[in-house]
């Protein structure tokens, strides 16, 4: 379930829920029918989303396991630019997608996210997910520290709010979380 906003974002923390919630929250809600950009970016994402349905076809595994959304078109922005999301991608099922004909596929969608963005209208800031087998950091592999390091870089970059104006990188004053995001199965 999506929440209510709050001067115009999410309420801090993460929020489970469908894909068909998020169409109806963040596109066809009354609040957005004058915007220029949204029907297009959803468009865009169901695209995205799609080749990646492919993919976890055509290799038998499934890749994409999940996905946040976050930034501007969590918002209340009327037209925001592109849907910035976090594919998360299950290590293992990546590595044998990649040995199963799809590395091309897979590079289109994950490795060159300004041709992304370009063609999907999506943004892509990738978490490959490795199974932890221990919740003491001493004993994690390599593989497993950089999961986790990655989900909460991204945990964090999600919820921090940025100045209006041009995109700023990340920075102490937008340190504090301040905003939420989204996290759907695109599969349910």
Same mark, same amino acid.
């Given at each position: 379930?999506?929440?209510?906003?709050?001067?115009?974002?999410?309420?801090?923390?993460?929020?489970?829920?469908?894909?068909?919630?998020?169409?109806?929250?963040? *596109?066809?809600?009354?609040?957005?029918?004058?915007?220029?950009?949204?029907?297009?970016?959803?468009?865009?994402?169901?695209?995205?989303?799609?080749?990646?349905?492919?993919?976890?076809?055509?290799?038998?595994?499934?890749?994409?396991?999940?996905?946040?959304?976050?930034?501007?078109?969590?918002?209340?922005?009327?037209?925001?630019?592109?849907?910035? *999301?976090?594919?998360?991608?299950?290590?293992?099922?990546?590595?044998?997608?990649?040995?199963?004909?799809?590395?091309?596929?897979?590079?289109?969608?994950?490795?060159?996210?300004?041709?992304?963005?370009?063609?999907?209208?999506?943004?892509?800031?990738?978490?490959?997910?490795?199974?932890? @087998?221990?919740?003491? @950091?001493?004993?994690?592999?390599?593989?497993?520290?950089?999961?986790?390091?990655?989900?909460?870089?991204?945990?964090?970059?999600?919820?921090?709010?940025?100045?209006?104006?041009?995109?700023?990188?990340?920075?102490?004053?937008?340190?504090?979380?301040?905003?939420?995001?989204?996290? *759907?199965?695109?599969?349910?």
């Amino acid at each position: 379930m999506i929440p209510d906003l709050h001067d115009g974002h999410l309420p801090v923390g993460r929020f489970g829920c469908t894909l068909e919630e998020v169409h109806s929250r963040f *596109v066809a809600a009354e609040t957005f029918t004058d915007s220029e950009t949204r029907s297009d970016l959803w468009d865009g994402l169901v695209k995205y989303l799609a080749e990646w349905e492919t993919i976890n076809a055509r290799s038998e595994v499934l890749v994409l396991e999940r996905i946040w959304i976050g930034g501007s078109f969590a918002s209340s922005e009327l037209n925001p630019s592109d849907v910035d *999301v976090s594919p998360i991608l299950g290590a293992a099922a990546l590595a044998a997608a990649r040995s199963a004909r799809c590395s091309k596929r897979i590079k289109k969608l994950i490795e060159h996210r300004d041709g992304v963005r370009r063609h999907y209208g999506v943004e892509p800031f990738v978490i490959e997910r490795e199974p932890l @087998t221990s919740i003491l @950091t001493k004993r994690l592999s390599a593989a497993e520290y950089e999961y986790i390091a990655t989900r909460g870089l991204f945990d964090d970059f999600w919820m921090r709010r940025h100045a209006r104006g041009p995109k700023q990188g990340l920075s102490e004053d937008t340190a504090q979380p301040r905003r939420g995001y989204l996290e *759907v199965n695109p599969w349910h």
